[in-house]
C-alpha cells in the first residue's frame, strides 16, 4: 500500500487517506490478524509475526527472515514473516510518536511471535 489508504490490518478508529474518519468496524469489518490467519494453512511451514520498533525488534525479525528464506530454499513449505512498522509521514506523527503508537496500539491487537513452525513441533 501506498498514499496512506486503509489496508485490512488498518485497525479500528484509524484514519487513513481513505478513511478520513477512521475504520469503522460496522461498515467495513475488523482488521485482519495475516499471521493467525495463514497459520491454519495446512501448507503452512514457518509463520511470524515481528515489529521493527526497538533493536531487540529488528534483530529478531532478523532472524525470523532468514529463518523463512532458509525454509522455503529447503523446499519445507509456505512461510511468511509479517512485520509492523511504522508510517509517520501517512500516520501524520513523528517519527518518535509513531514508534510509540505502534507500541501502544499496533503491538496489543497484533502480538509478536511465531504463529507456527513445523520444526519446533
Do not use: H
Request: charged share 20%; with cysteine.
Amino acid at each position: 500500500m501506498t498514499g496512506g489508504q486503509m489496508a485490512p490490518t488498518t485497525l479500528v478508529g484509524q484514519k487513513t487517506t481513505t478513511s478520513p474518519r477512521g475504520r469503522d468496524e460496522a461498515w467495513c469489518g475488523a482488521p485482519i490478524r495475516i499471521a493467525e490467519m495463514l497459520s491454519t494453512i495446512p501448507g503452512a511451514y514457518y509463520i511470524e509475526r515481528c515489529a521493527v520498533n526497538n533493536t531487540l525488534n529488528i534483530n529478531k525479525t532478523k532472524k525470523a527472515i532468514k529463518k523463512a528464506f532458509t525454509y522455503q530454499m529447503q523446499g519445507k513449505g509456505f512461510c511468511l514473516v509479517e512485520v509492523l512498522s511504522t508510517c509517520p509521514t501517512n500516520w501524520g506523527l513523528s517519527p518518535v510518536e509513531a514508534l510509540k503508537w505502534l507500541e501502544e496500539n499496533m503491538i496489543p491487537y497484533y502480538p509478536l511471535g511465531v504463529k507456527k513452525d513445523k520444526e519446533a513441533e
